[in-house]
């Protein structure tokens, strides 16, 4: 992936194609910023144009070494991982000894990426500050963490921020479709994950399409069809073996309640079940709206009591009982 591929994240862009255009590299970067938002597949694009013979600010995709990039055989790119809950001392004394192998070319540039840098053990981070302090060889070292406050401060001091920003859900809803997720999914997979492969995680789960309907159905039955609601329960959720998602099913179903005050309000380009845009418009007026917020809260006080190890199935009986009640 190049840079001019990576959604959103103008800033952080900006600032590495200017670096790159201007030949004013940094010898180490911090790219920070909340999961989610890119910083991984930016560090990738910033890596290949570093690698890449054709100039510009961004790889070409064409030459040589992009070519190598993309297949995975470029070997002076390193990548650090945290072993285990944390990246330890072993590790950057391994970075450092591969480091500090010549290449045929002198003043060919080595680029490494360490993610999660934040869950550097105190010996790796003063290991590793020594080591921005005095590179052994053409090196820029790509470091992730959540927040430029989360690594030493010494360590911090010696980068270039980059930082990255959370996606807008608007922003996320534009590059989900252009990847070819279906729209009603990702209307709702933007509000209940962050970052763009959250969305991805949440939309490619296994029964998620099922859990949506089973939530669709639900949603009109709860409040007037109680008889039904429990069938529901029974047939769809439980024999089903739908229990499980049963979190993500009051999500939905609190986002269901939502649209039904989002329609209430003008807000229809709000919704998130805007397939069922019909229904709703019958519907969401046959309550004031403060009803659908109890309803809300209902949905989360049955999250909460499952979270507290109270039955998937007892937990929605009783939240149905409770919507019928108001």
Partial sequence: ????????????????????????????????????????????AFAQALFCTAGGDDACGECLECRKFEHGNQPDLHRIAPDGNSIKLGQIDD????????????????????EKAESMTPPASNSLLKFLEEPVSPTVAILLATHAGAVLPTIAS????????????????????????????????????????????????????????VVIQLGKESTSRFTAG???????????????????????????????????AGRSEQMVFIDQ???????????????WVSCMEHAMEAAGKIKANVAPQLAIEQLLVRLQEG
């Fill in 158 to 213: 010696r980068t270039q921020p980059v930082p990255f920003l959370p996606y807008s859900p608007k922003e996320m809803l534009e590059q989900l479709a252009q990847e070819g997720y279906p729209a009603a999914h990702v209307r709702a997979a933007v509000h209940l994950a962050s970052g763009l492969d959250g969305c991805r995680a949440v939309i490619e789960q296994i029964g998620f399409a099922e859990i949506r309907n």
């Fill in 277 to 291: 845009l019909d229904w709703i418009s019958q519907h969401a007026y046959t309550k004031p709206a403060a009803y």
């Fill in 230 to 264: 429990m069938v529901t329960v029974q047939q769809r959720l439980i024999k089903a073996d739908l229990g499980s998602s049963s979190q993500l099913l009051l999500s939905l179903l609190v986002l269901w309640f939502r649209d039904m005050i989002h329609y209430q």
């Fill in 95 to 114: 970075l450092q000894r591969e480091m500090s192998y010549r290449t045929a070319d002198p003043s060919r540039r080595k680029v490494y990426i360490m």
């Fill in 1 to 44: 992936m190049r840079l001019a591929e990576i959604p959103g994240q103008e800033k952080a862009k900006q600032i590495l194609r200017h670096a790159l255009q201007s030949g004013k590299v940094s010898h180490a970067y911090l790219f920070h910023g909340p999961g989610g938002t890119g910083r991984l597949q930016t560090a990738l």
